[in-house]
């Protein structure tokens, strides 16, 4: 009898908490979720490396099977706006069998929350996953534990939520003691602008400042000068010299512009910083990016925006009205100052789209075609590298226990086992590349399984439309226009005498 996560599946193997969908045993496959909150000052850490080799002692001792993936983030675990990609990675691919249970070496290292515990739990019982922890001893699915696992996790799960609390209460007082002294917050990389110590300005860096508030009073983008900055290799304290607009937006937009720190919307006097610029001058800047509103990324609200390409220049083409009617349309245009766009092509948005949805709508219906493509996308069996990162966990455990060996055996020199751990990893970290591809093409496996392509076309999310295209499509190219055709021309409908089919080139991935 279920106790509400979900209905149970009769066709697995009851154990512990819920049935399983697989044998534990020497051939289960495990994938170790390791976290740390956040890098150390130097941007290193050796954390997660330390809990997957305490996974890897726990699972061997225990012989509870292998490991087959690793999912690592550094990110909060008690934060809901927290980003842990590799945690839903793995959470994706239990849902898709890929592997069979979720290791931790403790219950913080999986959340800080007890509701995000009961979500867990939700899933793992839907699919028929497995959720261990190496410190605790907690296992779903040991029948013997069965009436207190479930406390257990509960527990835990309260104790780390407290935990976080209480630190996040001493940290607050601490931040608010050090902005009321006017003392800066120490960080890993220089502020650009300032020295290390924030005592004193680099002038290179303040004319680069200067220049873009210069840049932005006159109305041009922060992308644009951002990509300008970028293509001028501008160097960054960190010395790379890549700048991203919302990077350069909050720089600008920082109190520490006016040699002041912000905590609790209140502002403190910074002491012996001096400001980048006047005041008058910064709270002008600040209007200015106010009124501009934040570029947060690619966030695409059209089908084929930047996914379709210029037929004489090849760049992308972006989304534009034109007209007195305000027609959406696709055009080739700069993005940014020096981009060598041709300018020369524009399309209308809605006969574009809807060609581009007739071919594709074909593919998706011709489920051979489908399937020659998701046997070409999936690339080596999902069990070979599984093996292979099995093989590759093995070869790091070994080298760990190699730095501290039985008595009479000789101790692996420091450096072979950086250098050997740097290429096992860097295989490792290839071979879960190709396991991120065989995930994407999951969706492939999904459309073979659509009864109605069309209505699942016109009824689907943008997000899913857009990664169908990319998945499916080698290239989308708009071709120049030729000439308009005649009103005797079958073919001629008006409103429609601009634009010719044959304009939309679609040459799809398995062609």
């Known amino acids: 009898m279920s106790r509400g996560y979900t209905a149970l599946r009769t066709n697995k193997r009851s154990e ?3 049935p399983l969908a697989a044998e534990p045993g020497p051939s289960f496959r495990w994938g170790a979720v390791l976290r740390r909150s956040r890098l150390n000052p130097d941007g290193t850490e050796g954390s997660t490396a330390r809990q997957e080799r305490a996974i890897q002692d726990y699972v061997k001792a225990n012989g509870m099977g292998r490991i087959v993936a690793v999912y690592s983030d550094i990110a909060s675990a008690h934060s809901e706006k927290a980003r ?6 793995a959470l994706t691919d239990i849902r898709a069998g890929r592997i069979d249970g979720i290791i931790v070496w403790k219950v913080d290292r999986l959340t800080r929350r007890r509701s995000q ?3 867990l739990l939700t899933i793992l019982e839907e699919c028929g996953g497995r959720l261990a922890t190496a410190v605790e001893g907690i296992d779903t699915a040991d029948p013997s ?14 104790s780390a939520e407290s935990e976080s609390e209480a630190i996040g209460e ?19 990389v220089r502020p650009f602008g300032h020295s290390e110590d924030w005592q004193t300005l680099v002038p290179a860096e303040v004319k680069v400042l200067h220049e873009a508030a210069e840049r932005l009073f006159a109305g041009e983008a922060s992308f644009s000068v951002a990509a300008d900055f970028t293509a001028r290799e501008i160097p960054k304290p960190s010395g790379k010299t890549n700048w991203n607009s919302n990077v350069l937006r909050r720089m600008l937009l920082s109190p520490r512009m006016v040699a002041k ?55 992308t083409l972006s989304s534009a009205t034109s007209g007195r009617k305000s027609v959406k349309t696709y055009v080739c245009r700069p993005r940014f100052e020096g981009d060598e766009a041709c300018r020369k092509i524009s399309v209308s948005a809605p006969h574009a789209e809807q060609r ?17 493509l998701l046997r070409r996308a999936a690339g080596p069996e999902l069990d070979a590298i599984h093996d292979r990162i099995a093989e590759l966990s093995d070869s790091l455990h070994a080298l760990a226990q190699a730095l501290n060996p039985p008595p009479g055996v000789p101790r692996l020199p420091l450096a072979t086992y950086y250098e050997q751990a740097a290429i096992i990893e ?31 076309w016109e009824t689907r999310s943008l997000h899913w439309r857009r990664t169908i295209l990319k998945l499916v499509t080698e290239c989308i190219v708009i071709e120049p226009r030729g000439k308009l055709l005649a009103k005797d021309d079958p073919r001629y409908q008006p409103g429609f005498n601009a634009f010719d089919p044959s304009r939309v080139a679609v040459t799809f991935a398995d062609e």
């Open 16 to 18: 512990g908490l819920w």
């Open 84 to 89: 842990r990609p590799d945690f839903e990675n």
């Open 117 to 119: 515990v009961r979500k």
């Open 145 to 158: 534990k069965r009436e207190i696992t479930e406390i257990a996790l509960a527990i835990y799960a309260r």
């Open 170 to 188: 001493r940290v607050s007082l601490m931040h608010l003691d050090r902005a009321r002294k006017g003392l800066v917050q120490p960080s890993s």
């Open 261 to 315: 720190r912000e905590y609790g919307g209140t502002l403190y006097e910074l002491e012996g910083v001096p400001p980048v610029f006047d005041e008058e001058t910064w709270e002008k800047l600040c209007a200015v990016l106010a009124k501009r509103g934040v570029r947060s990324g690619p966030v695409e609200t059209h089908l084929l925006s930047s996914i379709a390409l210029c037929g004489m220049c090849r760049r």
């Open 356 to 372: 581009v949805s007739e071919l594709v709508i074909a593919f998706l219906a011709d489920k051979e075609r489908i399937t020659k």
């Open 426 to 456: 860097a295989e490792r970290q290839e071979l879960h590349r190709r396991m991120a591809v065989t995930r994407e093409v999951a969706l492939l496996a999904e459309v073979l399984d659509l009864e109605d392509a069309a209505h699942e």
